[in-house]
């Protein structure tokens, strides 16, 4: 009777650890699971840029590009932070105006995710002319033989430069051949991408001839 009554005992006391236990455990894994499901990075949207800096010279123009990530909208509002230096389109296409800097700005409509880039606006403008050379007699100078420059100065060898005002601006600085030139002096036969560099003598300027440089115009 007393092994029969221990018997019972045991059974009850098998039968109560299996229904606390069991449930605890199903408790648990569907806890985990929805830790697990609920914890899941989701991805962040991204904006990335062709290029993050570049060097323009004044009147350039650059195409920059907008890669989207991890999002479905599409339209991407471009800004300049300088538009006297640089200015942007509604499509990246930007124009460098003046020297300096200025950065230009991607972000994705109704966000705060952006990309930027540099633009860095060069003190100078390249270009190739054709050069001759001139001097202060009265053969290449005609009536103004003896004159002082377009703007007043003495002419100089090494340093005076004859230029069309309207593409280089007169008191600009030209470097050419590792020289720094000053444009002084114009000329009735110095149209467009032409230069005249003046020289001490008639003969010097006549060795000249005519030359093709590449020159750098700085403003």
């Not at 109704?110 to 003190?123: E, L, S």
């Amino acid at each position: 009777m007393k092994c029969r009554r221990n018997n019972i005992m045991l059974f009850l006391v098998i039968l109560l650890s299996f229904i606390c236990f069991f449930p605890q455990k199903v408790n648990a894994e569907v806890m985990e699971n929805y830790a697990q499901t609920d914890l899941d990075p989701q991805p962040c949207a991204t904006i990335t840029l062709n290029k993050n800096a570049v060097s323009l010279e004044k009147g350039k123009t650059v195409k920059l590009k907008a890669t989207v990530e991890n999002c479905d909208a599409e339209k991407i509002i471009w800004t300049s932070g300088n538009k006297k230096v640089a200015t942007v389109t509604k499509s990246g296409k930007v124009k460098a105006k003046y020297k300096g800097q200025a950065v230009i700005t991607a972000r994705l409509a109704g966000t705060d995710v952006m990309a930027q880039a540099v633009i860095t606006v060069k003190n100078y403008i390249t270009m190739r002319v054709r050069t001759t050379g001139y001097c202060n007699c009265r053969k290449c100078a005609g009536k103004w033989a003896g004159c002082a420059t377009a703007i007043g100065t003495k002419p100089r060898a090494k340093r005076t430069i004859a230029v069309d005002k309207r593409l280089i601006r007169l008191g600009s600085k030209v470097q050419m051949d590792n020289k720094m030139y000053v444009a002084e002096d114009t000329g009735g036969a110095i149209k467009g991408k032409r230069i005249d560099v003046y020289y001490a003598s008639h003969k010097k300027a006549t060795s000249h001839g005519v030359k093709y440089k590449k020159i750098k115009v700085y403003y």
